[in-house]
């Protein structure tokens, strides 16, 4: 499980949710069900991932948007 966080995390730095989403997901699927753990857990596991990585540098999304919000601030 360890592996598959950080992976996500570092395909998060780069990619958009959307594309790890979709190249990820189906890859790692079948392992966490054969692993057999809860789905629910996996997917909030996954998207708390997502959301640190679309924080993170080096692409850091949310900094670009918040430049368009507040284009004075520094």
């Known amino acids: 499980m360890l592996l598959i966080i950080m992976a996500c995390l570092s395909a998060g730095l780069p990619f958009e949710w959307p594309a790890i989403i979709y190249l990820f ?18 997917g909030a596991l996954v998207a708390v991932n997502l959301q ?17 919000v507040v284009p004075d601030w520094e």
């Open 52 to 68: 640190t990585a679309f924080l993170s540098p080096p692409v850091a999304m949310s900094a670009y948007y918040l430049k368009a």
């Open 25 to 42: 997901l189906p890859i790692f699927m079948p392992v966490v069900i054969a692993l057999k753990y809860d789905l629910v857990w996996f």
